[in-house]
């Protein structure tokens, strides 16, 4: 998955700004204590960081 398709994924589930707070503020430890940018700035695919999101937040498997 691209960088970009995350951020559009993050934006329709979210919107636009609460994504973009979730991406740089929100801790996951799924992600090694890292937030969804941190660890996408460490090169963790995006997928992965996607897949966090979703199981942290209860994101259904229709739009995951």
Request: charge should be negative; charged fraction near 25%; proline fraction near 3%.
């Amino acid at each position: 998955m691209r960088i970009t398709v995350f951020r559009q994924l993050m934006a329709d589930e979210f919107g636009s700004v609460r994504a973009a707070t979730l991406a740089a503020d929100y801790v996951l430890s799924a992600l090694g204590g890292r937030t969804a940018d941190q660890a996408l700035a460490d090169g963790v695919d995006a997928k992965q960081v996607w897949t966090a999101i979703c199981d942290e937040f209860d994101v259904p498997p229709e739009r995951r």
